[in-house]
């Protein structure tokens, strides 16, 4: 097989799309331009689709009454994933560690969370059991 470069934001977000299961083309553009905010072109996707597929790493099948072509990912491609994720692991922590914000009991609190006033100041838990606990002490 050959060494598939995803080599920009396009390739490896379609990636990380099709890891959620599976897509058809147009749903994959649609996702792209909704979550990176720009217009992503059929000439982007379907290549690289069709890379995948010939890499096995996708494979295709056709699905209602129009017969679109529905992309999944194989269990080789599944392996090609984790790879890039355990490669741009260091990468995605960075980003998402200046989202994180830390409970008084010491866990990392990424979205959500418990908020209750302390001594007048708003403060974020993880949730209503460590504010409580927080507030006896």
């Not at 390739?11 to 897509?23: A, C, N, Q, V």
């Not at 096995?56 to 529905?70: D, L």
């Amino acid at each position: 097989m050959a060494n598939i470069k995803v080599n920009n934001l396009i390739r490896f977000y379609t990636l990380m799309l099709l890891s959620t299961g599976p897509k058809h083309g147009y749903e994959v553009i649609k996702n792209l331009e909704s979550h990176l905010e720009r217009k992503v072109s059929a000439s982007q996707i379907y290549p690289f689709l069709e890379l995948l597929k010939k890499n096995g790493y996708v494979e295709e099948k056709k699905s209602g009454a129009r017969e679109k072509k529905v992309y999944s990912l194989t269990a080789s491609g599944r392996s090609f994933v984790k790879g890039l994720l355990s490669r741009f692991g260091g990468l995605i922590d960075i980003a998402v560690e200046s989202k994180l914000n830390v409970c008084s009991c010491g866990c990392e609190i990424y979205k959500g969370g418990y908020e209750s006033v302390v001594n007048g100041k708003k403060r974020l838990f993880c949730c209503r059991h460590c504010a409580d606990s927080f507030k006896r002490e």
